[in-house]
């Protein structure tokens, strides 16, 4: 089956939970029976209906506690709240074979790198941790002016390129500023223009319902509730 690490391996060193990997909808089946005949499970009812209330569409593995491994993380391309930015089939299109430590997998590419982290942030968590900061700017400036154009061809695609675009401005002058304290939210006009972008993306292409749903969805999570459901 294809696959994709997304938000998975950064620049620098770094400690993670879980292991975001993207795969085609149809492998769901498949690829859950051959983790759960390894000793994975679907984790506990109460995380599988936050999954359902919070995450649709994702799916969460888990291994015995005393494994030392991250949990495995599903997505169908890149979606969140299970809404879909980025499709499979962008993903697989601009994955790379890469060595990691004694290992080789597959990976984003950095144009993709740069759509998965901006992604997340905008229509998932709403914020930006310091090594996300550091991570994404040091991706944009090694990146060549191709690999950038790619980045905003895919975000324009799915109906977010003007939200990706002010995204990195912003994520440049982070990277220059002195005495932030972090987690930084991002500025609420930059969260409502991209949630803005997306619901005329929706009504374009004649989803109403999910259009609603979604920017919904992204105005209650990105407020106090989150809050509590992240404690």
């Known amino acids: 089956f294809k696959y994709c690490c997304i938000k998975a391996i950064r620049i620098y060193p770094h400690f993670n939970t879980d292991l975001n990997i993207a795969i085609y909808k149809e492998d769901f089946p498949r690829i859950i029976k051959l983790l759960e005949d390894l000793g994975w499970s679907r984790r506990s009812k109460w995380s599988q209906f936050k999954e359902d209330i919070a ?83 040091s991706i944009i400036s090694k990146a060549s002016s191709a690999e950038i154009k790619e980045a905003s061809n895919i ?24 005495n932030i304290k972090y987690p930084i939210p991002i500025d609420n006009k930059i969260l409502w223009e991209s949630w803005r972008e997306r619901f005329s993306f929706q009504l374009k292409n004649g989803r109403p319902f999910s259009a609603c749903f979604e920017f919904l969805f992204n105005w209650v999570w990105s407020g106090p509730i989150y809050k509590m459901y992240s404690i």
Do not use: C
């Open 55 to 137: 995450e649709r569409g994702k799916r969460k593995m888990t291994y015995t506690s005393d494994s030392q491994l991250s949990e495995i993380h599903l997505y169908p391309g890149l979606s969140w709240h299970g809404f879909e930015y980025t499709s499979p089939d962008d993903v697989i299109l601009n994955r790379k074979y890469i060595k990691f430590l004694n290992t080789e997998t597959y990976n984003t590419n950095n144009s993709l790198d740069i759509v998965s982290n901006i992604g997340h942030a905008l229509f998932e968590r709403y914020k930006f941790t310091a090594g996300e900061i550091f991570h994404v700017s």
């Open 155 to 178: 975000a324009y695609k799915n109906g977010w390129g003007k939200g990706l675009e002010k995204t990195i401005n912003l994520i440049t002058k982070l990277r220059e500023s002195k």
